[in-house]
């Protein structure tokens, strides 16, 4: 069940969607996080089909991911925030900036657990097998990616106007 729902979110994080296509409108600040953001939804694409049994698992490209999300998440990405940066197009809430502390803690939470990722993306994991989500979810690198996936779900939902 639950890895059903770390699925679901997983894809809502991944899908294609109208959004991006403000990103060639986006100038300054606003386009740096946009572009960070769809970098990191970008990589969390990638690895997704390893964790849902549907790819191979490949331990690089797992640690690799762990690596992009730790290198810009936390700072890197709150820098990306200043004080009422809300010109179109940007989705950010001004509620980042009523609720600073905890915008930040939640980034500098994604900035670990991208660290953890790339710890854990070769414990226990075969290389080059598709494992069904029943084995997937043993993998201590499968709790680290639910995790980031809860993460930039509830922030999303906290700061981001909906879509």
Known sequence: MVLVAVALAAAAIVSDDPPSLAHSEAKGVIKERMDL????????????????????????????????????????????????????PSDALPKIWDDWPDFTSRAKDLKSLGKDLARTAGKSAPEGVTLSPEVAKLLPATATFKKIVKTCTSCHETYRKPW
């Open 37 to 88: 953001m769809q970098g990191l939804k970008d990589t969390v694409k990638a690895v997704t089909p390893m964790f849902k049994g549907k790819a191979p698992y490949e331990k690089a490209k797992v640690k690799a991911a762990g690596k992009h999300i730790h290198a810009h998440a936390g700072a890197d990405m709150t820098e990306l925030f200043p004080k009422d940066s809300l010109q179109h």
